[in-house]
């Protein structure tokens, strides 16, 4: 039996667990609909740092912020629409806007929750499009669902690419094994792949894969006995991985389009005017032990 609560702690959180307590999320509407912890079997899957959490001036280093309406950065910061300049940060702005909780449900199989980001001035400014953004949360004993619907309320073609940043914890980096379906990789920090492996013995790592040859990819922590699959849709045609010395977490994270895609022109999805755009990731947990 699953079940959902919510409760307070520096901000409303949202619970989604199963009656033993050993299986859940928790979310954080306020905070840009995160999903901020997620453990299984009573292991840790999502790291955290819990005072980026609580402060809101401060981007949350840990669980899965949702990356919209770009993925990575742009040059400059930079976009064009209609020839008229743009301006967004790295990773776009719904990871800081406060989400409503829509829905909930629970029964003997499953829990899930569904949020609504929308516009406001402050985006229009630097993204010009009315829009929803509709985050669902499933939670199974097997795993967790993450379906994102993007409606264009506007009346223009709507320019966008999403991505996640899921922080998986890893206390273990030397027994860790991450399988991406590809050998075709960039690079952002020199040295980051060293003999086909992310290189965790310098101060940050991280490169960017594409033609991706499945849609599954694999982090194996020897140490936990622990297999963590992402398994994407197709129109997530990039996968980056993200790491820093000395901390417990790899980032492993699904894009639609590669770094600067609003200017190169590579995996922008285009909405028409009062259409909509689903697109789902999972992230599977097993132990093998």
């Not at 509407?29 to 899957?45: C, D, L, V």
């Not at 009315?130 to 985050?135: E, G, V």
Request: charged share 20%; glycine share 4%; net charge negative.
């Amino acid at each position: 039996m699953f079940t959902c609560y919510t409760k307070q702690d520096r901000f409303e959180t949202y619970v989604l667990t199963n009656k033993e307590g050993t299986i859940y999320i928790e979310i954080v509407p306020e905070r840009g609909a995160i999903i901020s912890k997620y453990m299984h079997n009573n292991e840790p899957i999502f790291y955290l740092e819990q005072e980026t959490l609580e402060d809101p001036s401060k981007n949350i280093r840990g669980g899965n912020p949702i990356l919209f309406p770009i993925s990575s950065y742009l040059v400059d910061e930079t976009y064009y629409y209609n020839d008229t300049p743009y301006h967004l940060k790295q990773h776009g702005f719904a990871r800081n806007l406060a989400a409503k909780v829509i829905h909930t449900f629970a029964d003997e199989h499953s829990a899930s929750i569904t949020l609504e980001m929308v516009d406001n001035e402050d985006t229009y400014e630097r993204y010009p499009f009315h829009f929803k953004l509709i985050m669902q949360y499933t939670l199974t004993k097997s795993g967790l669902s993450i379906q994102a619907t993007i409606h264009n309320d506007d009346y223009k073609v709507m320019p966008f690419y999403l991505g996640y940043h899921p922080y998986f914890y890893v206390e273990n980096k030397d027994r860790l094994e991450i399988n991406i379906p590809s050998s075709n990789y960039d690079e952002m920090v020199p040295n980051s792949i060293v003999q086909n492996k992310l290189n965790f013995n310098q101060p940050e790592s991280t490169a960017i894969y594409e033609q991706l040859q499945s849609n599954q990819c694999e982090m194996i922590d020897h140490a936990r006995q622990l297999k963590v699959t992402i398994t994407s849709e197709d129109v997530y045609q990039y996968m980056v991985l993200w790491a820093l010395q000395g901390k417990p977490f790899v980032c492993i994270e699904p894009w639609m389009a590669p770094v600067n895609g609003m200017n190169v022109g590579k995996g922008i999805q285009l909405v028409e005017a009062s259409q909509a755009h689903t697109s789902t990731i999972q992230i599977t947990t097993e132990s093998l032990s």
